[in-house]
């Protein structure tokens, strides 16, 4: 029988990148891609937060938190541009990655923190929208390694160098 500790460490199987957006410049609307290039020292090529953070090279979210936002501000279906998060990832439970890296593609990514929603979901979301994005705002992340992200990439948890 295994421990807790060591059921932290199971996952049931890799996810996969649904969707990508960047911004090239501050306040601009999110521009959907399908494929980015990642630097250790920039970030996301082309996004305008590159270069500017070392914790926060990335932002991910759940594709499966995107169903419950919408519920929760009332709407059918939510498009993941409005949510200013770069990569949409299905079948991992992102929470549960805290101290871990995750291998998308070549490119290894350090999970840093949770991305707590900003006042930007009021407008975004309508009246509402920032309480509905808590708990389901996604996860920041540095640059390990750089290379490729594609839509459709698997998305492995890395069990070797956890922090």
């Known amino acids: 029988m295994q421990n807790i500790k060591d059921l932290f460490d199971v996952f ?3 996810g996969r990148v649904e969707w990508i957006g960047i911004r090239p410049e501050r306040r601009s609307p999110v521009e959907v891609v399908d ?3 990642i630097s250790e020292k920039k970030g996301i090529t ?3 937060y590159s270069g500017q953070s070392g914790n926060r090279h990335i932002t ?3 594709a499966e938190h995107l169903p419950v936002v919408a519920a ?3 709407r059918e279906i939510l498009d993941p541009a409005l949510l200013r ?3 949409v ?3 991992l439970n992102l929470l549960a990655l805290k101290d871990h890296q995750i291998q998308i593609g070549d490119t290894i990514l350090q999970i840093t923190g949770q991305c707590h929603p ?3 979901m009021e407008t975004a979301l309508g009246p509402g929208g920032y309480n509905a994005m808590r708990g389901h705002g996604g996860l920041t992340a540095k640059v390990i390694k750089g290379g490729v992200i594609k839509v459709r990439d698997e998305v492995f948890v890395r069990m070797e160098l956890q922090v």
């Open 89 to 91: 990832v299905s079948g």
């Open 72 to 74: 929760l501000t009332g």
């Open 60 to 62: 991910i979210i759940q």
């Open 46 to 48: 082309g996004d305008h």
């Open 35 to 37: 494929s980015i290039d």
């Open 12 to 14: 049931p199987r890799p």
């Open 118 to 120: 900003c006042s930007k």
């Open 85 to 87: 998060r770069n990569i």
